[in-house]
């Protein structure tokens, strides 16, 4: 579950070329995302170490979708690199809601809905499944070129949510 929280987290970017693109109604309200990301100051919460990242997100699908492509190295709590791991995200509106399906070749999440502040927020949540955690990741625009990224999880049961990897993208020329 670590991995997996700071997989997401951190690694979110997206592409010039989706520029060039529009994008279909149900995704205008988080084209946000669209461009080049980078991060070097995330934080793991259950390790104490920090992450480093780059994302590209980009229009796909003649607008229909976005894909989120990262890639993130790890730090432990001395600084000293730890891994690095790449991992993908397809966003596509689906039953009238936002969905996403994330991978890093380990773990698989299934956003099942989004709460969308057109312009300025997004939340991914996943469905709850019997015995198993639920996910939220989120993005806030602050700057124009500055994403504030957090992922957390509830366990089973439970109503806090637990944060996983907290960091801020800047958009890259």
């Excluded at 994302?55 to 690095?84: C, I, Q």
């Excluded at 992922?151 to 960091?167: E, K, N, R, S, Y």
């Amino acid at each position: 579950m670590k991995l997996l929280g700071i997989t997401i987290v951190f690694c979110i970017a997206f592409s010039a070329s989706a520029d060039t693109l529009p994008l279909k109604a149900d995704l205008v309200g988080i084209g946000f995302l669209v461009g080049r990301w980078g991060s070097d100051d995330g934080k793991v919460a259950d390790t104490g170490g920090s992450s480093r990242g780059s994302s590209v997100v980009t229009v796909e699908a003649n607008g229909e979708a976005l894909l989120r492509r990262d890639h993130t190295d790890l730090f432990d709590a001395n600084k000293k690199p730890s891994r690095g791991f790449d991992q993908i995200m397809l966003i596509y509106p689906e039953d009238g809601t936002i969905h996403a399906d994330y991978s890093d070749g380990q773990h698989v999440i299934h956003y099942t809905n989004a709460t969308v502040v057109s312009g300025k927020s997004v939340t991914f949540s996943s469905a709850a499944q019997p015995g198993a955690p639920t996910f939220k990741l989120s993005y806030e625009l602050q700057a124009p070129d500055t994403l504030r990224v957090t992922f957390g999880m509830t366990l089973p049961g439970q109503t806090v949510i637990q944060p996983i990897a907290t960091g801020t993208l800047k958009r890259q020329q």
